[in-house]
């Protein structure tokens, strides 16, 4: 770990993340985005990571506004540091701090989505049952495991370094198979979610189990990225994510950690998976967002990621993949009964937010899976001139009035502003991250 590495709050972004900052601004020229790439580029490194409390050279990343870490959001959080964790070590250092406290909250709970920086317990809510004291929250969701496996493949594949793949990393990751294979028959797993409170999406019907749900091959979920939970269950883009994280880990697992039954195991789950996806999460000519395996299915998006609008840049399928596109021109319109409309924006919003709100992760999403560059470079314009006067990103925002919005402070939107940002310029992170073998044309 380099010494030179700052360790006390708030952090300080270093001389690369501000250079690379300097570079998409000077890039984009007259581009309305330019003035914002700084502030939300450094959002994340300055506002909320800082090494853990306890010593154990690893690094909590606060999702902002909600002093807990959630695994999917940390991961995208440190996303855009990666272009220059192969020539920064400072910036490697912290991204593998960050990984190793992933592997360390799989370790404490992989069932649970969001962790403190210390034994705090959870305030404000009373879940059944109620959750150790590292955990904030524990509502199941897929794609947070998939996210920490991300992580650890794309800073190996951007530094070349192994150290935070020790030992503990390949514990959760066997953890991670056992569990996506559990839920594969969910009858059999003692998973249960309750929440006394006020909104009915925070908690689980039938005492907790959900609902029912037949075989399908891929991998039971309680709860979407947007901590909603789960109307049928098989989530669609969340088992997309898990094949492709699958991927990445069988080939960290025969060039890094000389494991081949783990690498075996990783490819069978991976194709078990993608098997079920094709046979059973179609709705009509499209995608489905979520089946039970008994007939029912959600033909929707929701904007949070992974989502159905966001397969290619999660590296599932290609952008030109005929279903898919055939799925994204459905989301990204009125069949879609989260996708609204207004004077400034249109966009897809979510259950988790108020109806004709719109979230800048989705706009970012169409913008990053775009063909056209100009439709790419328009999802960025609208980004920067939908911020409330504020120059940051948000959860959600009117359609008719940025300045009406959810979370004035939401780390997630901000790294996906930055990293759209980049790819405009040519910069694309995707590279990094693991791909299905179908989405590499």
């Not at 406290?101 to 404490?108: D, G, S």
């Amino acid at each position: 770990m380099s010494e030179t590495f700052p360790r006390t709050d708030p952090w300080v972004a270093p001389q690369s993340l501000s250079d690379l900052a300097s570079d998409v601004r000077r890039a984009l020229g007259d581009h309305p985005a330019a003035a914002l790439v700084a502030d939300c580029l450094t959002n994340t490194w300055t506002t909320t990571m800082r090494w853990s409390s306890h010593g154990d050279g690893d690094v909590f990343v606060a999702t902002g506004d909600i002093d807990a870490m959630w695994l999917r959001d940390s991961t995208a959080q440190v996303r855009p540091y990666l272009a220059v964790a192969g020539a920064d070590e400072q910036v490697a250092d912290a991204l593998a701090g960050v990984s190793r406290r992933q592997v360390r909250c799989v370790l404490t709970d992989p069932y649970a989505n969001a962790f403190n920086d210390g034994p705090n317990g959870r305030h404000g809510d009373e879940d059944v049952p109620e959750p150790g004291p590292w955990v904030w929250e524990r509502k199941y969701e897929v794609d947070s495991l998939a996210a920490v496996l991300q992580l650890a493949y794309a800073l190996w594949r951007a530094t070349g370094r192994t150290d935070h793949l020790g030992p503990e990393f390949g514990e959760a990751a066997r953890t991670i198979i056992g569990l996506w294979r559990l839920e594969q028959q969910h009858g059999s797993s003692s998973y249960r979610f309750t929440r006394f409170g006020m909104w009915a999406h925070d908690s689980l019907p039938d005492e907790g189990r959900g609902a029912p749900v037949g075989f399908t091959g891929m991998t039971w979920s309680a709860f979407r990225p947007s901590d909603d939970r789960c109307e049928h269950h098989y989530l669609v883009p969340s088992n997309a994510l898990a094949s492709v994280a699958l991927n990445g880990l069988a080939e960290l697992a025969r060039t890094v950690l000389d494991d081949e039954m783990l690498a075996t195991n990783s490819e069978r789950l991976a194709d078990e998976i993608d098997a079920g996806i094709r046979a059973r999460g179609i709705g009509g000519d499209i995608f489905a967002y979520e089946v039970d395996g008994l007939g029912h299915k959600l033909v929707a998006d929701d904007a949070n990621l992974p989502s159905l609008l966001s397969l290619p840049f999660v590296g599932w399928c290609a952008a030109d993949d005929p279903r898919y596109l055939a799925t994204r021109a459905a989301v990204l319109s009125e069949r879609n009964p989260w996708y609204f409309s207004g004077k400034h924006a249109s966009g897809i919003g979510s259950a988790h937010t108020p109806a004709e709100h719109v979230w800048p992760l989705a706009i970012a999403a169409a913008g990053l899976t775009a063909a056209d560059p100009q439709e790419q470079t328009a999802a960025l314009e609208l980004l920067a001139t939908t911020t409330g006067g504020t120059g940051l990103m948000h959860e959600s925002f009117h359609v008719d009035d940025p300045g009406t919005f959810t979370r004035a402070w939401f780390g997630w939107a901000n790294a996906m502003f930055a990293e759209l940002a980049m790819a405009v310029i040519g910069t694309r992170l995707t590279d990094l991250f693991p791909r299905r073998a179908e989405a590499r044309r």
